[in-house]
Each structure stands twice: as C-alpha cells, then as structure tokens.
C-alpha cells in the first residue's frame, strides 16, 4: 500500500468530519481534566465517548449527575439527553472513536516518584483497538519525553504505525479548578504533534471545540516541557514568598502589606502569596516529574528542588506557629489544645484536596496530641490513605466558641463570613489573609 497517499487522503477526510461535526471523540478519564473536556468537545457538535474504570462515575454521567464542581448537571442532562455523551467502562468501545484524549491520573507513588501506570493501562487499551487513521493525544501531566518514549512503542505495538496509519502528540492540560474566569473552554491551548500531520490535525480539532488558537510546538517534547517550566515557575515564586514570611514573621514584619506595596510597580513583579504549603495536581507534582527525568541526564535543578524544600515545610512551620500561638496566648501546649481547621481543599471554591497540605496539618497536629476539628463548605469529609476523615457538618458559633484555636488554612471561599469566626474565636491563625478586610484584628494572627 502507498501509505503516503492513504495518510494525504485520510488526513483531508479528518478535517472535513472536524468542520462537518461527524468527527467521534473519546476521553479516556472522566476526572478534574476529562469530564469538563468531554462535555465540550460534545457542546462543539462532536459524539463523544467517555471512557473510566470507575463504575460510579460512568453511571453518574449516564444519568446526568456531575461529580466535578466546573461542570454543570444542566449542561452534562442535556448532552446526555441529546445522545451527544455517553460514558462507558468497556474500553474495547474505543474503537468506534476517531479523537482519543486521554487524560487520566498521573500521580505520585509511596516514594514520591511519576506513577505512569494509569496512562500505561490506557494506552494498551488504545493499541488493542487501535485503527488506521486515529488521532491520540496524551493530556496527562508527565515528564518530558513521554510521548515519543513511551507512548508511540506501545501503540505501535499494534503493528501500525506512526505518523502513518495513525497520529500521536501531547498537549498539557491546563484546568484551574474553581476558576470563574479560565476553564477549559477559554484556556489556550498547546499542542506537540510527532510530525506536522499530527499536529495539524490534533491542533485542527481543538480550535473547533475551543474559543482560543492553538500554540503549535515542534515537538511533543517541547509542549511536555512547557507544562513543566509553568508549574516550576509557580512552585519556585511561592517559595520565595514562603521563605520571605517566615523571616518578616520573625521581624515583626507584615508581610501582606510588602506584597501590596511591592505590586504598585508597573513592571518586573509579579504577585504569589503565602500559605500552608501547595497543593493540587500540579505545583508540587509536576517539578518532581521534571526532577525524574533531568536525573536520567545527570542534571539536578537545584532551585527547584530548594523551592520543593521550601514549600513542604510549610505545613510543619504553620503547626510551629500553632504552638508558640497556643502558648503565648493561653500558655497552653498543642497536646491539651482543640483546634478546629477551617478549609480542606487546595483552593478555594473546589472540593478538590489531592496533595492539600491541610491534610498534613490536621495529621501533625493529631499526632501532637490536639483534639482537631476540621470544616469545609465543599468537603465534607476527605479520604486519606484509605481512611475516612468526618467534618463538621455545620460552622456554628457554639462550634467556634467551643476550641481554642480556629486555623483558616483554604483561601476564602465564596460567602464565607470571616467576622462572624473573628467574633466567636477566642484566637484566629489566619494563613491566607483571608481576615483581611476585617476593623478588628485583636484575636487574629496571620501568616
């Protein structure tokens, strides 16, 4: 077979299913990052499989129920209703696919090492029913060189091949749970094709079903890389201004006011805050798979690993500041103390807690011998190592006044009512200045 001529004609048949909406489309992970993007691509006029293991999620999004805070049960219902989604576990449905995104977990194991299982498990589900003329795109955050090391071996395991019957590349997810402004739908895009067919093509689809061109890079490697340097950048910045409030914290200096005169310079600033530490899939995730691979060249990123340091302390030095608050005010050591921590997730207006750095503060504290309460308007209770963690299922003023010390480690969630805690708390410890706005400070300590 020619295969030059069957690549010409099966790439001008993609781009006429993408303009004509007769395109199907699979997501492989219904998670943070696949639901929001299957319920676009789906809104954009595509057929779109949902593809995940658990069984749950697949039964909440046949019935219209979404389980992801950026996605609405009106949109998901009327898709669902539509016939535009369907979710499935039966992975062997991915054939009928001609767009396949897969963007499952990408974690960190017991040792703190990339766990790529979950994408591998993935891709050999793809090879088995791999056909000619499939798109492939990896969205799942991993180490540079994935794409071209890992994923093309095991789809070629097929027996097609390449940039010939098929086309691979990556392009990193963005999502920012919580975020009103970026979603997915709004947030440019990057893309890495192996070859300019792939890229094209892959690139092609996204600008159909996103209202953002598509940044095209030469290489799968170099869109891995992007994602790598963006959240490195973060995790570097927030360090720096960790390291800069533990030390105006020991001057007796706010640091919150630095931050805010620091900002009226129009140029060569850029603001990050404070706080218990990072969280989420991403900041302390990511630089730890870019750590993974420069080991494998004999490279260490030695300011990144300093910023990792930095910001996994944080936890430990917000419970140091718990007991010297404890003793200084009530002279009391954490292990008599009962402390209610006000906010679980990472960030505000999510229920998102993967890798929180309040689940550490809650465990240091425990282990210290502290009675700990925890409250979260969005989570309710949080699973941790395999055991279940119950909140207060209601922020009283009884609650309040009831502990000793209240903890705000979530930046503050919509509605919260700061002065209703600050007045009912015998002593507030404020890591996020979320008391900000509030006249009376006397029973607040901040960060």
């Known amino acids: 077979m020619n295969y030059t001529k069957f690549s010409d004609n099966i790439i001008e048949i993609l781009l006429k299913k993408i303009a004509d909406r007769e395109l199907v489309a699979g997501v ?183 209202d953002n061109k598509v940044f095209r890079t030469s290489t799968p490697a170099v869109a891995e890389m992007t994602k790598m340097l963006e959240n490195a950048y973060r995790n570097v910045n927030i360090a720096l201004i960790n390291e800069f409030a533990i030390f105006c914290n020991k001057m007796d200096i706010d640091i919150w006011e630095v931050i805010e005169a620091a900002k009226t310079k129009p140029f060569g600033f850029a603001s990050f805050y404070p706080g218990p530490g990072v969280g ?57 103390s009962k402390i209610l921590v006000f906010g679980v997730a990472y960030k505000p207006d999510t229920d998102d807690y993967r890798e929180s750095p309040v689940i550490r503060i809650i465990g240091k504290l425990r282990t210290e011998g502290a009675d700990v309460l925890f409250f979260d308007p969005n989570i309710p209770r949080f699973i941790h190592r395999g055991k279940v963690y119950e909140g207060e299922r209601e922020l009283t003023a009884g609650l309040i006044q009831s502990v000793d010390l209240v903890v705000i480690t979530t930046a503050p969630p919509d509605g919260a009512d700061y002065e209703f805690i600050r007045h009912n708390a015998k002593v507030v410890f404020d890591t996020r200045n979320a008391t900000r706005d509030l006249a009376d400070k006397s029973n607040i300590e901040r960060l």
């Open 280 to 336: 989420g899939h991403c900041i302390p995730v990511d630089p730890r798979f870019l750590n993974y691979k420069a080991s494998a060249y004999g490279f260490r990123f030695s300011t990144i690993e300093a910023s990792m340091a930095v910001n996994d302390r944080m936890p430990e030095y917000c419970v140091e500041r718990i007991g010297e608050i404890l003793g200084r005010r009530f002279r009391k050591p954490i292990n008599s």
């Open 28 to 210: 492989i992970g219904l998670g943070y990052v696949g639901l929001p993007l299957a319920v676009e691509v789906a809104k954009a006029g595509f057929k779109t499989i949902g593809f995940d293991v658990k069984k749950e999620k697949v039964d909440s999004v046949n019935q219209g129920h979404s389980y992801i805070g950026d996605v609405d049960d009106s949109d998901l219902k009327m898709l669902v209703e539509k016939g535009m989604l369907v979710a499935t576990a039966d992975l062997s449905e991915i054939g009928k696919a001609d767009f396949v995104a897969v963007c499952v977990p990408t974690p960190l194991d017991a040792h703190r090492q990339p766990d790529i299982s979950y994408v591998e498990s993935s891709l050999k589900s793809i090879a088995e029913n791999l056909r000619k003329g499939m798109m492939v795109v990896l969205e799942s955050t991993t180490y540079p060189g994935t794409t071209e090391e890992l994923v093309k071996p095991i789809l070629e395991s097929s027996g097609l091949k390449c940039g010939e019957d098929f086309w691979l590349g990556f392009s990193p997810e963005r999502v920012d749970p919580g975020n009103s402004v970026y979603k997915t739908k709004n947030i440019p895009k990057v893309v890495g094709g192996i070859g300019t067919d792939a890229c094209e093509l892959i690139s092609a689809m996204y600008e159909a079903v996103l």
